[in-house]
């Protein structure tokens, strides 16, 4: 709350282009409002002109709240404070590491986020899961090593200690050290982020020690040019704090989240039940959904760093005023790229600008005017990179004028933020057509029109400051403080634990310390007490109100059933985290009446809407008359933004100024359009497919019962033509996109005559199948006719199904029925009807049936749910575009993706190309590569029979790993989809290990000899050294619990960039479990897990490393480890040197590299995954 002799209150957001002032007039209440090019000194410049003010001269006193990317820009560039970080002995690599999943699916050179600290120094103090110490603290190492940091420079300490949220003696014993040795800033993991996972709580640690600083020697500039005023700052979770209190881990999204909380006051003054709000800026674009209350997340990742905080919660899409507009292989594409602020749109006219932007486009079309804008547009120099445009499809055969090209790259924009809005409304379950579209950000009122058609939304609503509206939310924000402290695993079936109570009351007080000197007079407290609560045995919790354990577990019973579509009935419920809101309330600013203007139009202009150019009216939003609608097409201009009012559209401005659109168009939505190849259509169908996929995705995710599935993301989802052809997917998990076609082509097969309301379920070896836990749902899509369309199939992991031993990998397997049950081509839907008693009698057939079929038939039942969700997103597709087009699209997109792999073929050498590597057994892998022209043949003749053991892969893995091999060559954001194999003759002799007889064993040739088969494609195309070849499977346990992981090594090196470190490769993509999180649910300490340096082979591009991790036994258990690369190491390329093999050691000696042993107390495991090879002679 402002003290009452400051007069002036300004709300200020600093964004990447521009940086938004509001003043208000405490005594008049008048507001004014100004833009100016963002920068460090764009606050105090904006201040200056709303005051009228030259530069220098002083600042009245004033409250000033703000909201800045300054945090976000920091990580992004890696701009920070030089920060050293303190990690347990075994751990200093984590960071790198992180969860050893790969940002880029098919990206051949692998890009990790850099680490945020410069130096990590390891301490060999070591604290248990129960909180007890079991080494201390060497205070005179911990004092040299940070001494030594201080001397090169580093100003800030990061404290991360395992076990450390448990209890912070070890880490407050480190900040004493460092604050007697003079650092600067110390950030301690037990009171940045108080809760289990270590990564999690490293990340956020160091992000807030690399970020703090740096935040606060900005806004102590700022407090000396404001005097007497008073600087408070956003937060990302939505409340203004002081910045005296303004940290690192708390600014990420600063700025966003004002925009968030003004949307949530837009609908409430309005009394909008429902809103989504749309806040399109010049880099990117922010959705969020309010219902009544704010939305927040718990953890997040900007720029690679794992964030945990409570944060507003959003989705952003890289489409914002600078996106770059392109024509790449013949699609035409918005984003993710952007010109930024600098040098901006080519019609800024700045130096530098070369690349044409969304803002160009929507000038040339008439929907962005200059009357307002901040400085003078040029429209002759966009216009001209039309034309170019133009061109360049009209060599290829496609006529379009400009304004027709400039039109397509609108509607490539329009479905990118349509399907953002769909995320954060469909995607949750959320009708979004019965929500109202709260519309700001500069660029917001050029679009929203066509967004909201496109998503059927009726009403728009522009607040008097749509513009500037994140601004404006700081004006209307709340002052909050947010706490957590670790529950302790407690489980609601047993007594609530005591210290819950003075765990509450200490958070609650920290938080009302923390804003006692914002509460004024008016002031109302409001404390929200919460417990995040989750079934035992997975990691996604969801909050629920503080009270007895029956209420809050019905209180969750409920949220779970909501937000997943089921609950467990009996399961345990168990607490993760205690969390407390302290939030300090005051008046609200209200915005003053309006008077009714003339509602005459300034002028009349030419604007592109309906697809066509129409003559348009242009108003001034102040000279609009009250309640009265103005029809589109038309032009209203405020003092931020251009609104166009599309034809269909009528605006009314009501007596607060708001701009009020509705949509009145009524009947057939369907689109026009062609069944010839579009470059726009292109795109759109592109993203369309691509969208199913991933919306199929999310439906799986939050409706799965098993952590497979659920928590490690071991599934996929595609969309497939009606001959099986795979179309489009989402990025999941390679293994299984290119093996799903030969699935679906086998259940087809198998049913020629499908009918509508049928499910099938198949994951059966020889017929598409990769291993027998990989069960794939099939659901054929048809017309009103009955005609088989499409297909939708969705891919999952199945903790078990059944085998010699849990979850179904048993290392020493030789025939197919000792790995579990096989469901050939099953019909499990029939007229609609699930087949329960059917499948449950599959998954208990056979000599070693599933161990828990509840589970198999409650995760098939999401595969289902999963495939419905996709099936009515392609009728709403045919509703749009029609069942011709719709289908066209389908081969459009495969011919593309042909056309772009044919390409690719044609940049590598003609001639045959030959290699071949050997299994860790002796087993030979040999294939030959003929390129001629753009064609290629690809030749496994000369690899071994099929062998004995499991390490056998299923011709459908095979083909899975061709696919990738090409998609990668390709090198460009398409679809993996079978038109990538129309320009490739495979040969895979029968009965080979690459294509067993129907009996054999599979179970390690999906997760183990696919990594092979890349390795022997990327030699024979010479494309990079071999990878580790391995995905290092371990699994343990007991009677009691089962554990499985697989872990990441190292990459091989390309003529280009050195092989990355510490990362899964290929054909798999799955996170590892925190260790942590591993030591706190199993009888198992994790000693190391850290990179495995000097493991890559060398070479003027050296390999990347593995990875070792280093595991203790604390009770009798079983372990099984299934690895490749222990005796052949991953080869070297033109000179280079290979990697170093990997290693199972017990307790310092060497295992096999398949081997079942039973371990007792104090045993040691130890694994050493392989290096990648070298590229080049290192010498």
């Known amino acids: 709350m402002a003290r009452p002799n400051l007069r002036h209150q300004f709300w200020i957001d600093r964004g990447g282009t521009f940086t938004d002032c509001i003043h208000r007039d405490r005594l008049t209440g008048a507001i004014r409002v100004t833009k100016v090019l963002s920068s460090d000194q764009a606050p105090l410049l904006g201040i200056r002109q709303l005051l009228d003010l030259r530069a220098g001269d002083p600042i009245p006193p ?27 002995e075994g751990f200093g690599d984590l960071s790198w590491i992180g969860d050893q999943t790969r940002p880029d699916l098919f990206a051949l050179d692998i890009e990790k986020p850099e680490p945020l600290a410069e130096k990590v120094i390891e301490v060999a103090a070591r604290m248990t899961a129960d909180g007890s110490v079991l080494r201390p603290l060497d205070v005179a190492v911990v004092r040299r090593a940070l001494h030594e940091a201080l001397e090169h420079g580093a100003k800030s300490v990061a404290v991360s200690l395992i076990h450390a949220y448990r209890e912070g003696a070890l880490e407050g014993q480190v900040a004493a050290i460092a604050t007697e040795l003079g650092f600067a800033h110390i950030s301690l993991s037990h009171e940045v982020s108080n809760e289990l996972g270590l990564l999690g709580r490293t990340d956020t640690t160091t992000a807030n020690a690399y970020l703090t600083p740096l935040l606060t020697q900005y806004m102590r500039k700022l407090e000396q040019e404001l005097g007497q ?41 309005l009394g909008v039940a429902e809103a989504i709000g749309f806040d399109m800026g010049g880099t990117s674009t922010d959705v969020s959904r309010y219902a009544g209350q704010l939305s927040r997340v718990f953890e997040s990742q900007v720029g690679g760093i794992r964030i945990r905080a409570p944060m507003i919660e959003l989705h952003t899409v890289a489409a914002g005023g600078g996106s770059i507009c392109r024509l790449e292989a013949k699609r035409m594409t918005v984003g993710p790229h952007s010109a930024s602020a600098d040098p901006g749109p080519i019609c800024y006219g700045k130096p530098g600008a070369k690349e044409l932007t969304l803002t160009d486009v929507s000038l040339c079309l008439g929907r962005l005017a200059e009357d307002r804008f901040p400085f003078a547009l040029n429209e002759d120099k966009p216009r001209k990179k039309l034309e170019r445009v133009a061109a360049e499809l009209r060599a290829g055969g496609v006529e379009r004028d400009p304004e027709e090209v400039a039109h397509g790259f609108l509607r490539v924009a329009t479905e990118n933020m349509a399907a953002a809005i769909q995320k954060v409304s469909v995607g949750r379950g959320h009708d979004v057509r019965t929500h109202a579209l709260v519309v700001f950000g500069g660029a917001g009122g050029q679009y929203a029109c066509l967004i909201a058609r496109r998503l059927g939304i009726r009403r728009l609503i522009f607040h008097p400051y749509a513009g500037v509206l994140s601004a404006f939310g700081m004006g209307v924000a709340n002052f909050e403080w947010h706490g957590e402290r670790d529950a302790g695993r407690a489980t609601l079936d047993d007594p609530l ?6 765990d509450f009351s200490l958070l609650e007080q920290s938080g009302r310390t923390a804003l006692a000197s914002d509460a004024g007079p008016d002031a109302h407290w409001n404390v929200r007490r919460q417990v995040a609560l989750r079934y035992r045995g997975t990691e996604a919790t969801l909050a629920v109100d503080w009270t007895d354990a029956r209420g809050m577990r019905a209180a969750f019973e409920a949220l779970h059933r909501r937000e997943f579509g089921y609950t467990r009935p009996g399961h345990a419920v168990e607490a993760a985290t205690l969390r407390v809101a302290v939030e300090l309330r005051s008046a609200k600013p209200e915005l003053p009446q309006v008077e009714a203007g003339s509602g005459e139009p300034i002028r009349r202009t030419k604007l592109w809407s309906a697809g066509t150019l129409v003559e348009a009216p242009v108003y001034l939003r ?19 933004g251009t609104v166009v009012v599309d034809v269909g559209f009528v605006a009314m401005r009501n007596e607060r100024d708001y701009l009020i659109v509705r949509d009145t168009q009524v009947g057939d ?33 939050r409706t799965a019962m098993s952590t497979n ?52 379920a198949t994951n059966d070896p020889a017929a598409g199948g990769s291993h027998l836990p990989d069960i ?5 899509v048809h017309d009103a006719e009955g005609v088989l369309r499409f297909v939708v199939a969705s891919r999952g992991h199945h903790a078990d199904v059944g085998g010699l031993t849990p979850g179904s990998m048993p290392p020493s397997s030789t025939r197919l029925d000792e790995e579990g049950v096989v469901l050939r081509n099953l019909a499990i839907v029939e007229n609609g009807a699930f087949g329960e008693r059917l499948l449950r009698q599959a998954l208990s057939a056979g000599p070693h049936p599933a161990r828990n079929p509840d589970e198999n038939l409650a995760d098939i039942q999401a595969q289902i749910a999963a495939n419905e969700k996709g099936m009515q997103l392609l009728d709403a597709l045919l509703e749009r575009y029609g069942m011709d087009v719709v289908s066209a699209y389908m081969q459009h997109i495969q011919d593309n993706a042909a056309e772009l792999t044919t390409r690719a073929i044609e940049r590598l050498a003609d001639g045959e190309h030959e290699f071949e590597d050997q299994l860790d057994d002796g087993a030979r892998i040999a294939v030959r590569v003929t390129v001629r022209g753009g064609a290629m043949e690809i030749d496994f003749a000369g690899t071994d029979r099929a062998l004995d053991s499991n390490l056998n892969a299923p011709r459908a893995v095979t083909m899975a790993a061709i696919l990738y091999v090409l998609r990668v060559l390709v090198g460009k954001p398409i679809p993996l989809n079978s038109g990538c194999m129309r320009p490739v003759r495979v040969h895979i002799p029968k009965g080979s290990l690459l294509d067993p007889e129907p009996e054999r064993a599979v179970a390690a040739g999906n997760v183990e000899t696919s990594q092979r088969i890349v390795d022997v494609l990327f030699g024979a195309l010479g494309l990079a050294a071999a990878s580790q070849g391995t995905m290092n499977n371990i699994t343990l346990g007991d009677d009691r619990f089962a554990y499985y992981e697989t872990l990441g090594g190292g990459v091989g090196a390309t003529k280009d960039r050195a092989g990355a470190s510490g990362v899964h490769t290929h054909m798999t993509n799955s996170k590892c479990t925190d260790p942590e999180v591993l030591e706190t649910r199993f009888p198992i300490r994790v000693r190391r897990f850290e990179l495995r340096h000097g493991s890559g082979g060398a070479g003027a591009q050296p390999g990347g490393d593995g990875l070792v991790r280093e595991l203790e036994f604390l009770s009798p258990m079983r372990v099984s480890v299934v690895s490749e690369r222990r005796k052949v190491p991953p080869y070297g390329m033109r000179g280079g040197d290979p990697g170093a093999p990997g290693m199972n050691l017990l307790n310092g000696k060497q295992l096999a590299h398949r081997v079942s042993v039973e371990v007792s107390p104090g045993d040691v495991l130890r694994v050493e995954t392989p290096g990648g090879g070298g590229w080049g002679d290192p010498r």
């Open 229 to 269: 005023g008073r600087l408070r700052m956003m937060q990302s979770n939505g409340g203004l704090v002081d910045a005296s209190a303004f940290i690192g881990r708390n600014a990420v999204l600063s700025g966003p989240a004002a925009g968030v909380v003004a949307t949530g006051a837009v609908a409430d003054e």
């Open 497 to 502: 634990p005591e210290r819950w109570e003075s």
């Open 622 to 640: 102040e000279s609009l008359p009250v309640r009265r609608e103005i029809h589109g097409p038309a032009l209203v201009l405020d003092a931020t």
């Open 669 to 701: 939505a369907r689109e026009l359009a062609e069944t010839g190849v579009d470059p726009v259509l292109l795109e759109v169908f592109h993203n369309q497919f691509k969208s199913i996929a991933e919306q199929m995705g999310i439906v799986l995710q």
């Open 62 to 88: 004033a409250e000033v709240r703000m909201g800045t990317t300054l945090a976000t820009n920091a990580l992004l560039e890696r701009g920070g404070c030089r920060t050293v970080l303190v990690a347990d």
């Open 776 to 780: 794939t749902v099939v659901t054929p």
């Open 709 to 760: 599935i659920r928590d490690r993301l071991d599934f996929s989802c595609a969309v497939f033509d009606s001959r099986g052809g795979l179309v489009a997917n989402a990025p999941h998990i390679p293994v299984h996109l290119g093996a799903m076609s030969e699935s679906v082509r086998a259940v087809l097969a198998a049913h020629p005559d499908t009918k509508p309301g049928q499910v099938f």
